[in-house]
């Protein structure tokens, strides 16, 4: 795996769960004797570490892993960690995601156990580069992802209430656009994902964001021809995922035998479908409201 090239010489050490539990419960600030057993209103503090005690000896296997990371780029460490930038790191990074999802899929969870861990060795990587040059490091990270959290459940945190996991959904997309001051629900969509993924992408946002057409239907990214024979086909091939991937690999087949390119078509489809959702958005923003 790509973690081992990585961190080939690092050796964990894994203290017995008891011990590791007590020792995460005092490092957060909480009794030993009532770990786990906190209520609903200590549940809405969020205690942390905001900095490491002076000559604590290191017994969390994360902060392990950082201190691991920390020797192999530091001087006399390994040459090849040393030399790494975010920009060389990427292609593993998107290696080990590949390698997760394959290992879920596979539902192999001593698969999923190492490449969890060779994904938390990019992040950890990546964190430790920035920490050299670009001013945040591994607990930077660790703490905007908890404030972010913490922000983003109002109703699990503070006095919020919602009904549905929808409406949490909701809340969470309107919250997300609201900090990063997004206008478009197009915005922050890597458009560099698979054709497939992109549209799908695309089409749960315009529903999050319940972006419609001037009639209140939804904007969708096919024609009405097409929908018609996609109805027609699921129909007689059943309506279920492993007969849709039976269709969509004979639709990617028959274009390929015509010198079709079906993730070609798809991303353009998709990017067509993007600029539909930014007309609409642009006219409703235009229209007076009614």
């Known amino acids: 795996m790509v973690g081992q090239a990585a961190s080939g010489c690092a050796q964990r050490r894994r203290p017995h769960a008891r011990a590791h539990q007590r020792a995460h419960a005092i490092d957060r600030g909480v009794d030993p004797s009532r770990a786990g057993k906190l209520g609903a209103a200590a549940r809405r503090k969020v205690p942390r570490r905001d900095e490491q005690r002076?000559?604590?000896?290191v017994t969390d296997p994360l902060r392990e892993l950082v201190a691991v990371m920390d020797r192999l780029r530091s001087p006399g460490g390994c040459p090849w960690d040393a030399e790494q930038t975010h920009a060389t790191l990427v292609q593993y990074l998107v290696e080990e995601c590949y390698e997760t999802v394959e290992a879920i899929e596979a539902?192999?969870?001593a698969a999923l156990?190492?490449?969890l861990g060779d994904l938390l060795?990019?992040?950890v990587f990546h964190a430790r580069i920035a920490s050299e040059a670009e001013g945040f490091d591994i607990d930077d990270v660790a703490r905007d992802i908890t404030d972010k959290l913490v922000r983003r459940?109002?109703?699990v945190f503070g006095d919020a209430e919602y009904a549905t996991g929808e409406d949490v959904e909701a809340a969470w997309?309107?919250?997300k656009a609201a900090e990063k001051g997004r206008t478009s629900v197009t915005a922050g969509v890597p458009m560099g994902l698979p054709g497939l993924v992109l549209a799908a992408k695309l089409r749960h946002r315009a529903a999050k964001g319940r972006v419609t057409s001037a009639g209140g239907a939804a904007v969708e990214p096919y024609s009405d021809r097409a929908a018609a024979v996609a109805d027609a086909a699921l129909g007689a091939m059943g309506e279920d995922e492993q007969a849709l991937g039976d269709l969509l690999m004979a639709l990617m087949a028959r274009a390929d035998d015509r010198g079709l390119d079906a993730e070609r078509?798809?991303?353009s489809a998709a990017r067509a479908y993007r600029e539909?959702?930014?007309a609409t958005e642009a006219l409703a923003a235009a229209s007076p409201p009614r």
């Open 113 to 115: 156990r190492e490449e």
């Open 121 to 123: 060795l990019q992040v």
């Open 54 to 57: 002076a000559g604590q000896s």
């Open 173 to 175: 997309f309107a919250m």
């Open 107 to 109: 539902g192999d969870p």
């Open 153 to 155: 459940h109002p109703h």
């Open 265 to 267: 078509a798809a991303r």
């Open 276 to 278: 539909r959702l930014l």
